[in-house]
Nanobody, 125 residues
Framework: QVQLVESGGGSVQAGGSLRLSCAVSGAAFGGTCLGWFRQAPGAEREGVAVLGIHGLPRLRESVEGRFTISKDNAKTTLYLQMNSLKPEDSAMYYC???????????????????WGQGTQVTVSS
């Protein structure tokens, strides 16, 4: 059974930083697409950053240059380093894993089968 547990959310002022972590168990960690998604109140869930099986990242345009996605295979943990945070980054952030592994992973929600419970990120102006 695949389990994903996020941590690291919180409240920060604009311009601040947070690092999200996602502990993954029960999945072929090194051989599947992994990613971070977010959902603000009243909005659809959107892809933020995903990581291919060879470590190739793909980021949403609005976070490029500010967010970095990475993973530690030994710890089976996925990370999202978020710098220069903006109020529009406020959302519930979810970690997700796909059933398949690709070098270039999609940012689409429906490509991911397993989800964590989410961690809240709030950025104040």
């Amino acid at each position: 059974q695949v389990q994903l547990v996020e941590s690291g959310g919180g409240s920060v002022q604009a311009g601040g930083s947070l690092r999200l972590s996602c502990a993954v168990s029960g999945a072929a960690f090194g051989g599947t697409c992994l990613g971070w998604f977010r959902q603000a109140p009243g909005a659809e869930r959107e892809g933020v950053a995903v990581l291919g099986i060879h470590g190739l990242p793909r980021l949403r345009e609005s976070v490029e240059g500010r967010f970095t996605i990475s993973k530690d295979n030994a710890k089976t943990t996925l990370y999202l380093q978020m710098n220069s945070l903006k109020p529009e980054d406020s959302a519930m952030y979810y970690c997700a894993a796909a059933s398949r592994g690709l070098s270039w992973c999609p940012l689409r929600n429906d490509e991911y089968n397993f989800w964590g419970q989410g961690t809240q990120v709030t950025v104040s102006s």
